[in-house]
């Protein structure tokens, strides 16, 4: 029996450890909080938990060494280090990460050890580049070349259970939400890379429908251009990756930003009230705060961004409780004990591909490739879902001799993304294609 290592226990490994399980494979998970493990494991007899820690250098060598293979759920930070240990062990590596330069660095080293180490095997980056390159793949078949490309994800609440004035809950890694709004982005459109500095991320939005949903905002995730060369799309004039979110989010999360209220840098915030907390960020007397806000030049915030603010608690006269500490800390902790998904909620993964194709005999079409899911925290999330299943399914395709590369790479290859898509499907998750549309339906 083929032994799987999972490094972590977080809210979105409980479908892979079930789906690891059902096919037969020994699974161990090792993690700060036992207890969640072994929920997670639900006695199985081919599930063992380890309490571990990740300064815990000797134990996770011995771990990998004792392993047909290792999952890494682990912050993004921590993937080298086991990849470094699964070298040494000549045992392949599976992550849902984005693929860091030190992980890039490593594929030389992967080859002549003659493992993969398969990166951004999960939703967004994951399904989102396999059923991105099978359409690009197709295109090419047929004689054409991509002109366009829109990559748009969210992971929200259903559109029933969005209903704080930011339109949205957690229903995956909190702490990761909040600290993403800190980016900044670039992208390429018609032909000029945008770039999009990290105060200014949120006024860069746009509004697209999304059947069954409505209209949702759009803004820019991270670095798009390099997917030009990630998708072979040499001479694209447009790629754009964004993230979906109900109106509310962006608006807020862009006043946050402007005061300050998502800022790193430690200070004694004892005895301090959340009036006092925001006044003192926002440069204002604090007495009539909202007020006060909306005259201050520059800041221009919209009525539902002041609403969020009140709704959280911000605009309250509570004490904090904190002494040293962020105001990165503070808030995210604040909209953490406010906005997490219910058991009883649905939560959605929304996903929407957007290509223009040219062809040679001058011909043109948009082709669509969308998804819509939705899960609850009672059974598994959607987010949960479709992060775990796709890497999951990939681990058993590595260890049954499926997938035979050797090196660091990402699900873009018909050999790993085309059997995954169909194994999704069979599990319900599917995106719908729909091709010859008129040129008119591209995002403008």
Not at 68 to 87: E, G, I, N
Not at 131 to 137: C, E, K, L, P, Q
Not at 191 to 220: C, M, Q, S, W
Not at 395 to 408: A, E, P, R, S, Y
Request: charged content about 25%.
């Amino acid at each position: 029996m083929k032994k799987v290592l999972i490094l972590g226990a977080g809210l979105v490994s409980k479908p892979m450890v079930e789906y690891l399980l059902d096919e037969g494979f020994e699974v161990i998970i090792a993690t700060r909080t036992v207890e969640k493990a072994d929920k997670l494991l639900g006695g199985h007899k081919n599930g063992r938990a380890i309490a571990w820690v990740m300064e815990d250098m000797e134990a996770l060598s011995g771990m990998v060494r004792d392993s047909d293979l290792t999952v890494s759920l682990l912050p993004y930070r921590f993937h080298v280090d086991v990849a470094k240990f699964c070298l040494k062990y000549r045992k392949p590596l599976v992550t849902t990460s984005y693929v860091s330069p030190a992980m890039q660095a490593l594929h030389d080293d992967a080859v002549k050890a003659g493992v993969i180490f398969l990166n951004e095997a999960g939703l967004d980056p994951g399904i989102d580049h396999m059923s991105a390159m099978r359409i690009i793949d197709n295109v090419r078949q047929r004689g054409g070349k991509i002109e366009e490309f829109y990559s748009l994800c969210g992971a929200l609440p259903a559109p029933e259970d969005a209903t704080n004035p930011l339109g949205y809950k957690f229903s995956w890694s909190p702490k990761g939400v909040v600290l993403a709004s800190r980016n900044g982005a670039t992208y390429l459109k018609h032909g000029k890379i945008v770039t999009i500095e990290p105060i200014n991320l949120f006024k860069a939005r746009f509004t697209h429908p999304f059947p069954g949903v409505g209209d949702l905002e759009v803004y820019p995730n991270r670095d798009s251009v390099s997917y030009v060369d990630v998708y072979g799309l040499k001479g694209i004039q447009t790629m754009y990756r964004g993230t979906f979110r109900f109106k509310g989010w962006c608006e807020t999360l862009d006043l946050m930003k402007a005061i300050g209220l998502i800022d790193d840098g430690d200070k004694d915030y004892s005895g301090m009230t959340y009036r006092q907390f925001v006044a003192e960020k926002a440069g204002v007397p604090g007495k009539d705060l909202k007020k006060e806000l909306k005259e201050k030049p520059g800041l221009n915030p919209s009525d539902r961004s002041l609403e969020a603010l009140e709704w959280l608690g911000l605009l309250s006269d509570t004490v904090m409780g904190y002494a040293v500490t962020s105001p990165y800390e503070i808030t995210s902790d604040l909209m953490i004990k406010k906005m997490w998904l219910n058991d009883n909620e649905r939560d959605m993964i929304v996903m929407q591909h957007l290509f223009l194709a040219t062809y040679h005999d001058g011909k043109s079409e948009v082709i669509s490739s969308r998804m819509l899911d939705f899960g609850t925290p009672a059974t598994n999330t959607s987010i949960a879902r479709t992060v775990a299943l796709p890497a999951a399914m990939a681990v058993k395709m590595i260890l049954t001799g499926k997938i035979l590369l050797h090196g660091v790479y990402r699900p873009i290859l018909p050999e790993i993304y085309n059997p995954i898509l169909d194994e999704l499907e069979a599990n319900g998750i599917k995106m719908e294609e729909e091709y010859g549309l008129p040129v008119d339906r591209m995002i403008k």
